[in-house]
């Protein structure tokens, strides 16, 4: 098969298109068909080696696609399904874990399938499985316009939720139209000037932007991040948590974020459609930060 392979770490050069020998389902698993794949932050990362990853290996982790070879009991051949692969989605063959694995919704394309399990999985789990956010509360989202963050807004308006979510300029109108109750743009307006107001913070950005979410929440408030390590200390000091969400497959979470999907209740944005051949562009797309949803790979 072919396959996008990293042998060593660097810039986007280091990722060559090859062939490469086919994986083998174990048992529980599934080998998949790649028609599409996704791009994740982690990916471009493990890349540059700033996250740990053993090479040579074939990086990525969203796939969606056809079940050429099943081993896992609930799937059969011909299946269209989408998931999280275990040997690498960057290829045009993958395997994957059954309980990392679900159906495709015939509604839900494999673009838009192979945009969702980590950035979906992660924007559910840090609102609901973490941040505990409930009809009536109030929920901050830093990053409103990205990967995670554009689906984290849908899913807390949804819910119910006051959303208030922070951003550039440029995306002030996609965000308000994906439903958040308020637009904070970074460059000149300040998350503290919330004083206190808010139930759930969830930082997708990073870097100082962590810490300045805390002074935004009210007393028995949450920050959940997954770009930062938490301040924890200082949460404390604020009568806050603070915490570092590190997403958990979930096959069942998988068929409720593509059923939302597939019945039009949340938008799944794709910023840009990338060949396999062209990953190392949808790789300088990713770590430019400016990217407007998902990156979408297509293999065949």
Do not use: C
């Not at 969606?64 to 999280?84: L, N, P």
């Not at 694995?101 to 673009?111: D, F, I, V, Y």
């Not at 000149?188 to 810490?211: C, I, N, R």
């Amino acid at each position: 098969m072919r396959a996008v392979v990293v042998a060593d770490t660097g810039g986007p050069e280091v990722l060559r298109l090859q062939e490469t020998e086919a994986p083998e389902p174990g048992d529980g698993e599934v080998l998949i068909e790649v028609h599409a794949a996704s791009v994740n932050p982690i990916e471009w990362k493990q890349r540059r080696g700033l996250a740990q990853k053993q090479l040579p290996a074939v990086l990525g982790s969203d796939v969606s696609g056809t079940v050429a070879r099943s081993r896992a009991q609930g799937f059969a051949e011909g299946d269209d399904v989408f998931g999280i692969a275990a040997s690498g989605a960057y290829a045009e063959l993958a395997r994957a874990r059954a309980d990392m694995t679900a159906p495709k919704p015939a509604g839900l394309s494999h673009e838009q399938a192979a945009a969702l399990p980590v950035a979906g999985l992660t924007a559910w789990q840090a609102l609901f499985d973490r941040g505990g956010l409930q009809r009536g509360q109030s929920a901050l989202i830093a990053g409103g316009a990205g990967g995670v963050g554009h689906l984290a807004v849908q899913f807390a308006k949804r819910a119910g939720a006051q959303v208030i979510a922070t951003g550039s300029s440029r995306n002030r109108d996609f965000v308000l139209g994906l439903g958040a109750d308020r637009f904070l743009d970074y460059t000149k307006e300040d998350p503290a000037a919330l004083a206190g107001s808010v139930d759930l913070a969830f930082d997708t950005v990073g870097g100082e932007t962590t810490a300045g979410l805390l002074p935004a929440l009210r007393e028995g408030g949450a920050l959940v991040t997954i770009a930062a390590a938490p301040p924890e200390r200082d949460a404390l000091e604020r009568g806050v948590r603070a915490e570092l969400l590190l997403m958990s497959p979930s096959s069942e979470q998988l068929q409720e974020v593509a059923r939302l999907v597939a019945a039009g209740e949340v938008r799944v944005e794709i910023a840009e459609r990338v060949p396999l051949a062209e990953v190392a562009r949808a790789h300088e797309l990713s770590e430019s930060g400016h990217v407007r949803g998902k990156i979408v790979i297509t293999v065949a």
